[in-house]
């Protein structure tokens, strides 16, 4: 029986896509014909170390991917209950069998839009040619459609060198670490959100964060006490009495207002006083 072209391209597109990728990372393929997920390849970008006198290739971030043969606007509503629930970053690749390249495009914007605008219905995915969005235009909620847009990260060529697979495996790291961040905080549910490597963030208030701000303080506060107690007892020096009265009184007034703070503050903070105490 002859095979039919459009699947058999498909396949065609994948496998370039996974040797341009496999210089980079390794490549993994959990999809079956049967059991389309969502994205076709799975990766973890790879560092090159010498090691005893040989090279020696180290996993670091990962992510998933999907491969496209257009950068044309296209509906994912298959992909929803997988993306929502992805907690990788997700990339959309597109092959260009023409000059064998494969373009990569981010979705870092997901999880914002996703907290924002809620769990989607219908969802649309547009690549754009723009390496850096604001906020504000990369994603939008219209006729009950989500509407997505994947900046332009990079591209990866047959004809790559040393150097410039280097410059693109410190791109998409970089890239992911930043995704996972932000994957994490909606996770843990703080909401806030890093958008560039410049210091630019969102934080989303709204029906979620509204629920759990205040618990988030709480435990930050904790957090702060543990390092005053630290610096207490490892670097005296660099333990500041101002700043820990400073605290303490923000938690005395929280104490007063809130009845519901967590055991793991009370017992920190009354710990730390009574090292205080007894250092005189």
């Known amino acids: ?91 959309l690749g597109v092959i260009a069998r023409s000059d064998l390249s494969l373009s990569i495009y981010s ?21 754009v040619q723009q390496r850096t969005l604001s906020i504000g235009d990369s994603y939008r909620l219209s006729r009950g459609t989500h509407e997505l847009k994947l900046p332009y990260v990079l591209q990866l060529t047959a004809g790559d060198d040393a150097s410039t697979r280097d410059e693109n495996r410190k791109a998409l790291s970089d890239l992911c670490s930043r995704m996972h961040a932000n994957i994490s905080t909606r996770v843990s549910k703080e909401y806030i959100y890093q958008l560039d490597d410049r210091g630019s963030y969102q934080i989303q208030a709204g029906p979620g964060s509204v629920t759990t701000f205040r618990r988030n303080l709480y435990l930050r506060l904790a957090e702060v006490f543990y390092n005053l107690e630290w610096l207490l007892k490892n670097r005296p020096m660099e333990f500041d009495q101002s700043e820990y009265e400073l605290y303490d009184d923000l938690y005395e007034t929280l104490s007063t207002m809130h009845d519901d703070l967590p055991d793991v503050l009370h017992t920190i903070r009354g710990r730390l006083r009574n090292r205080l105490a007894a250092t005189g």
């Open 107 to 127: 979705g870092e914007f997901l999880p914002m839009m996703v907290t924002h605008l809620g769990p989607p219905s219908r969802l649309g995915l547009r690549p």
């Open 1 to 91: 029986m002859p095979h039919l072209a459009i699947p058999r391209l498909g396949w065609e597109n994948e496998h370039l896509a996974t040797y341009l990728l496999s210089q980079i990372a390794f490549v993994a393929n959990p999809v079956t014909v049967a059991d389309d997920i969502g994205f076709d390849l799975l990766c973890a970008l790879f560092e090159p170390r010498s090691v005893e006198g040989r090279k020696r290739l180290f996993p670091l971030r990962s992510f998933a991917i999907q491969i496209k043969s257009s950068d044309a606007r296209f509906r994912a509503d298959s992909m929803i209950d997988y993306l929502k629930g992805l907690e990788l970053p997700f990339f």
